[in-house]
C-alpha cells in the first residue's frame, strides 16, 4: 500500500527538548514538505524538499530543522527555538518535476508540557 | 494583500442545495491550482485540479477565472457528507523553486 506516514499521532514536548517528527513516504516522489496548522488556520510552509540532500525554507522557517538523506524520508526537529510548537504537523509529498499534486500524511499533534 | 484568500465561512446550506466557493488569488503568474478537502481533525485531501477551461468531477465543478485573479467550486446536491472545511491551493513556480499557497479554508456545514 503506497502513502505517507507519520509518527507519532500525538507527541509531547517538556520546555527546552527537542523533539522530531517522522515523515516517510513510498511513493517515489522526489519532493517532500513540512506545514504547520494552528486551530482555525491555514497551512503554513515550515520545510520543503525538491530532491535528496537539498532542502528550503519556508515560511515560518524559525525554530525548526530538517534533513533528507533519502528520498522517502523527511523528518522534522522542532527545536527549543520555537517558542510556540503547539500545532498539527503535517507533511506531504509530490511527484516533483513540475507535477505539483501533494498528497498528504495523517499530522502528527504536538503539545507543550 | 493575502497571497490567497478565501470566505472563512461557515456557510450552512441545507442537503440537495448548491453551493459554490471563490477563492482569489494576488500573484498573477501563479500557474495550477487545487480545491482540497479536509475534515476536523485530519490531513487535507485532494479533492480536484482546476483546469483553464474548467472541469467537473460528479457533483463538483472547478473553474479558473485567470483575468481576474479567481478560483471557484461548486458542489450540487450538497449531501451531509460534504461538510468539510474546502481549502485552495494556488502554485507559482520562480527562480527554480515551487512555492505552494493553501488558503485558510472555507468550512461548509450541510444541514439534514
Known amino acids: 500500500d503506497g502513502g505517507i506516514t507519520q509518527s507519532p499521532k500525538y507527541l509531547f514536548r517538556k520546555e527546552g527538548q527537542n523533539v522530531t517528527l517522522s515523515c516517510e513516504q513510498n511513493?517515489?516522489?522526489?519532493?517532500m514538505y513540512w506545514y504547520r496548522q494552528d486551530p482555525g488556520q491555514g497551512l503554513r510552509l515550515i520545510y520543503y524538499?525538491?530532491?535528496?540532500?537539498?532542502?528550503q525554507k519556508g515560511d515560518i522557517a524559525e525554530g525548526y530543522s530538517v534533513s533528507r538523506e533519502k528520498k522517502e524520508s523527511f523528518p522534522l526537529t522542532v527545536t527549543s527555538a520555537q517558542k510556540n510548537p503547539t500545532a498539527f504537523y503535517l507533511c506531504?509529498?509530490?511527484?516533483?518535476?513540475?507535477?505539483?499534486?501533494?498528497?498528504f500524511g495523517p499530522g502528527t499533534r504536538l503539545l507543550v508540557l | 494583500r493575502k497571497e490567497v484568500e478565501q470566505d472563512p465561512g461557515p456557510f450552512n446550506v441545507p442537503e440537495g442545495a448548491t453551493v459554490a466557493f471563490n477563492c482569489t488569488y494576488s500573484?498573477?503568474?501563479?500557474?495550477?491550482f487545487f480545491w482540497y478537502r479536509q475534515d476536523c481533525r485530519k490531513e487535507p485531501k485532494l479533492l480536484m485540479s482546476?483546469?483553464?477551461s474548467g472541469n467537473e468531477d460528479g457533483r463538483f465543478t472547478a473553474q479558473l477565472n485567470r483575468a481576474s485573479q479567481y478560483i471557484s467550486l461548486l458542489i450540487r446536491d450538497s449531501k451531509l457528507s460534504d461538510s468539510a472545511t474546502y481549502l485552495c491551493?494556488?502554485?507559482?513556480?520562480?527562480?527554480?523553486?515551487?512555492?505552494?499557497?493553501f488558503g485558510t479554508g472555507t468550512k461548509l456545514q450541510v444541514i439534514p
Open positions: 506531504a509529498s509530490s511527484p516533483g518535476r513540475h507535477q505539483e499534486t501533494q498528497y
Open positions: 511513493l517515489n516522489h522526489d519532493a
Open positions: 524538499s525538491q530532491i535528496v540532500n537539498d532542502f
Open positions: 500573484n498573477s503568474a501563479s500557474q495550477s
Open positions: 482546476v483546469y483553464s
Open positions: 491551493v494556488v502554485n507559482l513556480y520562480s527562480g527554480g523553486y515551487q512555492k505552494v499557497t
